[in-house]
């Protein structure tokens, strides 16, 4: 299991920046893919950004596409999300996940429902005042 801890989190004001962290430990397998997603008050928890293990591939959300980068740092065991023109719309909690294997793409469909991920952190909350 991958224990995985989310940091960067804060209150900001629209237009602002954060990069949020996630560092993992523990029996981190050979090669995962990692994700992003978010979970506003009262809404089901959403795909935000995905990146494979190399790095080379990312996928996003229509509704951040452009203003957020995800990245990592495999010999750090850290997955990097980067909020640029930050909206009172990204207030929400916001999780890193993990998916062995590496991929991001089935050939088919992007992984993008949270039943596609195993291992979860706790969250960051990231709230965005107009």
């Known amino acids: 299991q991958v224990q995985l801890v989310e940091s960067g989190g804060g209150l900001v004001q629209a237009g602002d920046s954060l990069r949020l962290s996630c560092a993992a430990s523990g029996r981190t397998p050979s090669n995962y893919a990692m994700g992003w997603f978010r979970q506003a008050p009262g809404k089901e928890r959403v795909f935000v950004a995905a990146i494979t293990w190399t790095g080379r591939s990312t996928y996003y959300a229509d509704s951040v596409k452009g203003r957020f980068t995800i990245s990592r740092v495999n010999a750090e065991n850290t997955v990097y999300l980067q909020m640029n023109s930050l909206t009172p719309e990204d207030t929400a909690v916001y999780y890193c996940?993990?998916?062995?294997?590496?991929?991001?793409?089935?050939?088919?469909?992007?992984?993008?429902?949270?039943?596609?991920?195993?291992?979860w952190g706790q969250g960051t909350q990231v709230t965005v005042s107009s």
């Open positions: 996940a993990a998916r062995i294997g590496g991929t991001i793409y089935s050939g088919s469909r992007y992984y993008t429902s949270t039943g596609d991920y195993g291992d």
